[in-house]
């Protein structure tokens, strides 16, 4: 199963990589979005956590508007919150997440939308339906900052984000050991062998998870964050280095 994020499809061919924006101010996010080619990237993501204003619906639209602006257009966006429970930038009441979240769906500058599945039914409920009635996919989300679920868990929660309608699922986790990167593959290519698989999005952060940023296509993640300037999570690589071990490998799986 594919989905598609503006131009992109996601789910099929090497992993595609997103490039995270997470400036503070209006001038350093122009510049920041200005300086993302299509050769390093397939997708942005707006981090509006990031932002001056983060919770402030008018200063999201003008960040969103000016991205807009400043980005090649062939990319597509992907808008996050990432509260401040999952690691972000800022913490906000879950209504105002949920309000935020649906009317800057609504622009024609975001192609997707990130949201986390931790929250309340009723919020992730009422935002997928906001986001959908905009004919735009949900990438459901949920980020582990202190260790690696187990195998078993990871499944269930990528499962679980599926069963709550999401079009794409996301898990991203903190190993302590060489065996937890492991079994945060293991669980990916579990999840990704599902004749009713949503493509999955997932990653071990830090310096030992950094394989698992470039290991999408043989354990099923189709979706890899790269840096052109600042990481937005730990062990995050440059985004056109990433895209060449990417290519190197996705070459290298189909000729063999
Ligand atoms: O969920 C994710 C994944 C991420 O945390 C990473 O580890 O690359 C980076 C975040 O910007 C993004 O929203």
Known sequence: MTVRVGSVELGTGRPKVCVPLTS??????????AAVTPAAADLVELRIDRLDGATDQ???????DLVGVALDPSLPVLLTFRTAAEGGGAAIPA????????RSSASDVVDAVDVEAALPREVVDAIMEGVHAEGKPVVLSFHDLQGTPSRQEI??????QQALGADVVKLACTPQTPEDVLTLLAATADYTAR????PAITMAMGGLGVVSRLAGETFGSCVTFGTVGAASAPGQVDALRLRDALDLLHTAVRAS
């Open 24 to 33: 503070a101010s209006l001038r350093e996010l122009q510049a920041e979005a």
């Open 58 to 64: 008018r200063a999201v639209r003008e960040a969103i």
């Open 95 to 102: 209504e105002a997440y949920r309000d935020l979240l649906i």
């Open 155 to 160: 499944v269930g929660r990528l499962v679980g």
């Open 195 to 198: 004749p009713d698989a949503r």
